[in-house]
């Protein structure tokens, strides 16, 4: 390896996290709400990026809609949990038929075209404020429609 490539690696290792005290940096996307059938329940679907060379954990999610749990599905079935880790240099994925958020005891129903504001709560990091677009109740994101 030359002293140049040397210095290069260096500088991406100084680099990694130095800006951020944290350690974690997250980033939000593909999020959606099938628009719910039901009156009272609704699923949300998101991904979470971590860019940090520290692992986050989602401890809770809030919403001014109604409750939010995080839920995992195992088989047929699913179940809340307390956290989900958002490895470093990795992503959590919630969704369609795994990891999802669910509300329950909506205020109102959300529609299609609407929005849903969350706000997302880590271990030792500050909040995460996201706007979830309610699409159709089949929506398919690998389709887009
Ligand atoms: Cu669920």
Redo the contacts with the bound molecule.
């Keep these: 390896m030359t002293a140049a490539a040397l210095l290069a690696g260096a500088l991406v290792l100084a680099g990694c996290g130095s800006d951020d005290p944290q350690g974690a940096e997250l980033s939000v996307s593909s999020a959606y709400m099938p628009q719910p059938v039901s009156d009272t329940m609704a699923?949300g679907f998101l991904t979470i990026a971590n860019n940090g060379g520290e692992q986050a954990r989602l401890t809770s999610v809030t919403s001014d809609i109604g409750e939010v749990?995080v839920?995992e599905?195992e088989g047929n079935a699913?179940r809340?949990v307390d956290s989900l880790a958002v490895p470093a240099h990795g992503k959590l994925e919630l969704s369609s038929g795994g990891n999802?958020l669910?509300f329950e005891k909506l205020k109102r129903k959300p529609k299609e075209g609407e929005k849903v504001t969350l706000e997302l709560h880590f271990t030792g990091l500050s909040p995460v404020d996201v706007e979830i677009p309610v699409k159709s109740a089949t929506y398919n994101p690998d389709s887009g429609n």
Excluded: R, V
């Design positions: 699923a749990t839920h599905t699913m809340e999802h669910m």
